[in-house]
Every structure is written in structure tokens, then in C-alpha cells.
């Protein structure tokens, strides 16, 4: 293998991170994006090194400054906000999409969905609880409306939006063509 190959394939990932980040509706503290879909579609697609590379470069891009998050926003606010705990969520969760998923194997779609799952649950486990925390030490709020609103808020209405994103993913990774392309980028 080429020693620049995951470079190059973790900053096409970290670009689509970036641009599914600006598209967001904002509803509360944290908005709903496109960013997982790419998050774990870079572990899908590029395995567990390629996704903790693609989101390492994000990250690394956000915290200098660049304007790469959510709102074309960028630097320490951003990464102390109430979005830090899912941004720091996304090199974990993109490699649990790399480690549970093998589109070698005859069951892409039922690995494909366990990986979805993991890496969701993965965001969420750490984003809203960083979220309760945010909420409660510099948003002014009690812990249990704390909770309560990180919950609704951080978790709740985000499932809808997740679960058609993990639908769109399982249809990509399902196609013999994109099927051809993990396994040239894996090998």
C-alpha cells in the first residue's frame, strides 16, 4: 500500500465531514447535520484507520481555527461548547464502523447495520452526557432539566434524521460498486 493512500482517503472523509457539518438545521444547542452520516461512513467505507484518520484531521482542522465545524465555526468555543462531546465522539465512533464492518463478508447489510448502531450509540454516549454537563455548568439550568432537555434535545430528536441517514448508508455500502471500492481502499 501506497504510504500517502490513507492520508488521502482520511481528507476526502474529513471534507465530507466538513461539508455535511454545515448542512444543519438548528433547533436547540446542538444541531441536527449530516455530520455522522460521514462519520461513519468513513469507517465503513475506509476501515477503522482510515475513519480515526478522517476524524483526527477534522478535529485537528476545527481546533486551529478553520471554520469546519457546524455554522462555518471553528476553534476552542466550538470544542468546549455544547456540540464538544459529539465532535470528540467521531474518531471512536468512525472506528467501531471500521472494526464491526467487513464488505467482504455475505451479511454487508446485517454488519452494516450493526456498525450504524454502535458507532450511533458511541456519539450519543458521549455527546449527551458532555451535553448535560454544558448545559447545567454554563447554561444556568438544574441537572435533572439538565438532563431532561440534554435527552430530548441531544438525543430524541435526532433518531428520526439518524435512522433515515443509516438507511441512506446501508444502500450505499450494499452496492457491488461501492462494495468494489472499500476492498481497493482496505487492502
Known amino acids: 500500500m501506497n504510504k500517502t493512500h490513507p492520508i488521502i482517503v482520511s481528507s476526502f472523509f474529513a471534507t465530507l465531514t466538513f461539508l455535511g457539518a454545515q448542512l444543519a438545521i438548528y433547533v436547540g444547542p446542538v444541531p441536527i447535520t ?63 464502523a471500521g472494526l464491526i464492518f467487513n464488505p467482504t463478508t455475505d451479511r454487508v447489510l446485517f454488519r452494516g447495520f450493526l456498525a450504524c448502531i454502535a458507532s450511533e450509540v458511541i456519539i450519543y454516549l458521549v455527546g449527551v452526557p458532555w451535553l448535560i454537563f454544558w448545559l447545567s455548568s454554563f447554561g444556568g439550568i438544574q441537572v435533572l432539566d439538565a438532563l431532561y432537555r440534554a435527552v430530548v434535545m441531544g438525543a430524541l430528536i435526532f433518531l428520526p434524521g439518524d435512522g433515515l441517514k443509516i438507511l441512506l448508508t446501508l444502500y450505499i455500502i450494499n452496492r457491488k460498486d461501492v462494495q468494489e471500492i472499500m476492498i481497493k481502499i482496505r487492502t
Not at 481555527?65 to 468512525?94: E, H, I, M, Q, W
Open 34 to 96: 449530516f455530520q455522522t452520516f460521514f462519520v461513519i461512513l468513513a469507517g465503513l467505507i475506509g476501515g477503522a484507520e482510515i475513519g480515526l484518520i478522517s476524524q483526527l484531521i477534522y478535529l485537528a482542522l476545527g481546533f486551529i481555527g478553520l471554520p469546519v465545524f457546524a455554522g462555518f465555526r471553528g476553534g476552542l468555543t466550538v470544542l468546549v461548547g455544547p456540540t464538544a462531546g459529539y465532535l470528540f465522539s467521531f474518531p471512536a465512533a468512525s472506528v467501531v
